[in-house]
């Protein structure tokens, strides 16, 4: 009779509320706000109290899908990356480095987001870079 | 007060009477929800005061039922407020699926200090099976005036208008264990649109007719701050039912296991 629960961070917004997300012999069966962050004092939104649902969900993405012959099917990791790179390069050499945009994430580190537009200024050449939450 | 509600945890789950102590535990500063299966753990028990008087509370008699339903062999300790006691005695008289009976658990209670009774303005600040603490002064709020409702009213819609639709209300309450919640139907939460407003609020205040039991963990779960007990309260006097002092029929004082 194994109950535990788990003290974590949300992964959806930048607030980064803390939970408790609760196990019975490994499976995910709910989440509870933590009563003593500063940072939420025991309240969730939403999709905070729904964690638990998606986590193990059989729905899932696993694996890189790509679409061949209109239809999606699941390839490695290093297929995948090299068709975007691949695709990349063509768009940029066809119709310029502005033709593409990058958009920066308030759910990864300063570190990853650096290097997001540094791939964007310095690798593609453009200096379209903006952020999740101006969508 | 903890000392004797560890010390009872720890007899009736050496002797084997119990399966768990369910209760609060402490480490460092956070208290959460615990499932107590090995006495030495005891020690970190919790009452659930974190930095002010049970603040850091959850709704230990929801986790129960889930955990009665998953292992219907087992029997329970579970640490107890006047409340808990109070929505645990609701839900065993409620004709439920769950197989939770009166045999399958051993309350372990505590009164509240009066601080926090009045705060929660609490009609019964203690639970009957009392291990730790004694009856305290109660501080049950007056009935609403009814003499100028439409504005009473009025003001709740304005209220309701702050309501997210978080489901916190619902996901704290330790009443509210219905597998399938009214508040989840497509009609009250349509996907993809805003939820209307009233209705949302409104429907769970008559669900809690009768029901609710005043613990508070609601308005605790609120990030709107909407004063829930008080709609609640309202609602309840609304349809005629006064100040519902809920479930309070005495349960039987458990039996130390020395005495078995």
Same mark, same amino acid.
């Given at each position: 009779? %194994?109950?535990?629960?788990?003290l974590?961070v949300? =992964?959806?917004?930048?607030c980064g509320c803390s939970?408790?997300?609760?196990?019975?012999?490994?499976?995910?069966?709910?989440?509870?706000p933590s009563a003593t962050s500063p940072v939420n004092n025991g309240k969730?939104?939403?999709?905070?109290?729904?964690?638990?649902?998606?986590?193990?969900? =059989?729905?899932?993405?696993?694996?890189?899908?790509?679409?061949?012959?209109?239809?999606?099917?699941?390839?490695?990791?290093?297929?995948?990356?090299?068709?975007?790179?691949?695709?990349?390069?063509?768009?940029?050499?066809?119709?310029? =480095?502005?033709?593409?945009?990058?958009?920066?994430?308030?759910?990864?580190?300063?570190?990853?987001?650096?290097?997001?537009?540094?791939?964007?200024?310095?690798?593609?050449?453009?200096?379209?870079? %903006?952020?999740?939450?101006?969508? | 007060?903890?000392?004797?509600?560890?010390?009872?945890?720890?007899?009736?789950?050496?002797?084997?009477?119990?399966?768990?102590?369910?209760?609060?535990?402490?480490?460092g500063v956070h208290?959460?929800?615990?499932?107590?299966?090995?006495?030495?753990?005891?020690?970190?028990?919790?009452?659930?005061?974190g930095q002010g008087?049970?603040d850091a509370?959850?709704?230990?008699?929801?986790?129960?039922?889930?955990?009665?339903?998953?292992?219907?062999?087992?029997?329970?300790?579970?640490?107890?407020?006047? $409340?808990?006691?109070?929505?645990?005695?609701?839900?065993?008289?409620?004709?439920?699926? $769950?197989?939770?009976?009166?045999? +399958?658990?051993?309350?372990?209670?505590?009164?509240?200090?009066?601080?926090?009774?009045?705060?929660?303005?609490?009609?019964?600040?203690?639970?009957?099976?009392?291990?730790?603490?004694?009856?305290?002064?109660?501080?049950?709020?007056?009935?609403?005036?009814?003499?100028?409702?439409?504005?009473?009213?009025?003001?709740?819609?304005?209220?309701?208008?702050? $309501?997210?639709?978080?489901?916190?209300?619902?996901?704290? $309450?330790?009443?509210?264990?219905?597998?399938?919640?009214?508040?989840?139907?497509?009609?009250?939460?349509?996907? +993809?649109?805003?939820?209307?407003?009233?209705?949302?609020?409104?429907?769970?205040?008559?669900?809690?007719?009768?029901?609710?039991?005043?613990?508070?963990?609601?308005?605790?779960?609120?990030?709107?701050?909407?004063?829930?007990?008080?709609?609640?309260?309202?609602?309840?006097?609304?349809?005629?039912?006064?100040?519902?002092?809920?479930?309070?029929?005495? +349960?039987?004082?458990?039996?130390?296991?020395?005495?078995?």
């Amino acid at each position: 009779m %194994d109950y535990k629960s788990t003290l974590s961070v949300c =992964p959806y917004c930048g607030c980064g509320c803390s939970f408790y997300l609760e196990t019975i012999d490994g499976k995910l069966v709910g989440t509870k706000p933590s009563a003593t962050s500063p940072v939420n004092n025991g309240k969730l939104c939403v999709k905070g109290w729904k964690v638990h649902e998606f986590v193990q969900s =059989p729905r899932r993405l696993t694996n890189p899908l790509l679409r061949k012959n209109g239809e999606l099917v699941e390839v490695s990791w290093d297929e995948a990356l090299d068709y975007v790179a691949d695709k990349l390069k063509k768009i940029k050499a066809e119709h310029g =480095p502005d033709s593409i945009a990058f958009l920066a994430s308030a759910k990864i580190t300063n570190e990853d987001n650096y290097v997001l537009q540094k791939f964007a200024r310095a690798a593609v050449g453009t200096n379209n870079v %903006d952020h999740c939450a101006r969508l | 007060m903890k000392q004797k509600i560890i010390e009872r945890a720890k007899e009736l789950l050496t002797s084997g009477e119990i399966g768990g102590f369910l209760a609060l535990k402490q480490e460092g500063v956070h208290i959460a929800p615990h499932l107590f299966t090995d006495p030495a753990e005891l020690d970190m028990l919790s009452l659930g005061d974190g930095q002010g008087l049970g603040d850091a509370r959850y709704p230990l008699v929801k986790l129960l039922y889930t955990l009665a339903e998953r292992f219907p062999q087992e029997k329970f300790g579970i640490m107890v407020r006047g $409340c808990d006691e109070r929505a645990l005695n609701q839900l065993l008289k409620e004709d439920r699926a $769950c197989p939770m009976t009166a045999g +399958r658990v051993i309350p372990v209670g505590f009164s509240c200090p009066e601080e926090l009774a009045q705060a929660c303005e609490c009609a019964k600040p203690w639970p009957d099976a009392l291990v730790a603490g004694e009856k305290t002064q109660a501080f049950p709020p007056p009935e609403a005036d009814m003499a100028d409702l439409m504005a009473e009213l009025q003001q709740w819609f304005g209220e309701a208008d702050r $309501c997210l639709k978080c489901l916190g209300c619902k996901n704290s $309450c330790p009443v509210c264990v219905c597998h399938e919640c009214t508040l989840e139907e497509e009609a009250m939460l349509p996907q +993809r649109q805003l939820p209307p407003t009233p209705n949302f609020l409104f429907t769970r205040a008559v669900h809690m007719v009768d029901r609710c039991v005043y613990c508070g963990l609601c308005e605790a779960a609120c990030p709107a701050g909407i004063p829930l007990k008080k709609l609640y309260r309202l609602v309840a006097q609304l349809v005629g039912q006064g100040i519902p002092l809920v479930g309070a029929s005495p +349960r039987p004082q458990p039996q130390p296991a020395a005495q078995l």
